[in-house]
């Protein structure tokens, strides 16, 4: 039986996979989430998502496509891993996310770039659509990839662009932007996203567990237990649901009723000790 189960939850409440289900909306995410969908409203372009390993941002992208797969007038692509070594495969690698029949079959980078351009008017102008296209891990991105996206943002009508192209980074990708000036200029829309402070890691702690089905009046995470949580934590939301993990886990083994702060002290002193095993291997 899952540890989940013995403590009366339906779900694996602290997984780290991007469940929008699970998906914590702290203010800095739900701000996120609003000045996108305003931004892909009134397809203004280009947005930049930006912040550190762990702070939520492939979880921001999974549920903004909850949020817009069910409208009729969206049609959403997302690209997970935008590591491509020249121009040619990343033109190629869009019109196969696109969905894009070529009519020859061995298309040049020219084909390639007609092809989607042809793609986004049709979509765009005659059928009246919003192509939105979000990539994560942007950082990846070399340059002949982000002149690429450059040019996807040069078509367009005298009142919108018809590509609204989201990017979602760590900080590493702004010296790439700031070699591209005529890039950086197009971003309609520049959003950090910050780690969680204590009230929301209680908060975020608290939401997962309803998700997963905890329904008990008590608290399977006292106060100080969260405090130490954060602290270890720095507020990343993917290291307090690997820490939360293994400290659910830790209770089963301890028949403790709820995971205090010995108990994180606890796993913190065995992950430091495993860290430094490793420095020194």
């Not at 029949?101 to 390639?112: F, I, Q, V």
């Not at 919003?130 to 040019?151: F, G, W, Y």
């Amino acid at each position: 039986m899952s540890y989940y189960r013995l403590l009366g939850l339906e779900k694996e409440p602290f997984s780290t996979s991007p469940d929008p289900e699970f998906f914590y909306e702290s203010q800095e995410h739900r701000a996120a989430l609003m000045r996108l969908l305003v931004e892909i409203r009134l397809k203004r372009g280009l947005s930049l998502i930006l912040g550190d390993v762990g702070v939520g941002k492939t979880t921001l992208s999974r549920r903004l496509l909850q949020m817009l797969k069910e409208r009729e007038d969206i049609i959403f692509h997302l690209i997970l891993d935008p590591t491509y070594d020249n121009e040619h495969i990343f033109l190629e690698s869009l019109v196969r996310t696109f969905k894009i029949e070529a009519a020859k079959p061995s298309p040049t980078t020219l084909d390639y770039k007609e092809i989607l351009k042809d793609y986004l008017f049709m979509k765009g102008v005659q059928e009246n659509k919003t192509v939105v296209l979000v990539v994560d891990e942007c950082q990846k991105l070399n340059q002949a990839s982000l002149e690429v996206l450059r040019v996807l943002l040069n078509y367009e009508t005298n009142e919108y662009k018809l590509l609204q192209l989201v990017l979602l980074s760590q900080l590493e990708v702004l010296p790439k932007l700031n070699q591209m000036p005529n890039l950086w200029d197009r971003i309609s829309l520049k959003y950090m996203l910050n780690p969680l402070d204590e009230r929301e890691t209680k908060e975020m702690i608290n939401y997962r567990l309803k998700v997963a089905g905890f329904n008990s009046r008590g608290s399977l995470f006292t106060n100080e237990a969260i405090a130490e949580i954060h602290r270890y934590t720095k507020g990343y939301p993917r290291r307090i649901s690997m820490l939360c993990h293994n400290a659910l886990k830790a209770l089963i083994m301890s028949n403790r009723v709820s995971v205090d702060a010995r108990v994180i002290w606890d796993i913190i002193n065995n992950d430091v000790k495993l860290t430094a095993v490793t420095e020194n291997i």
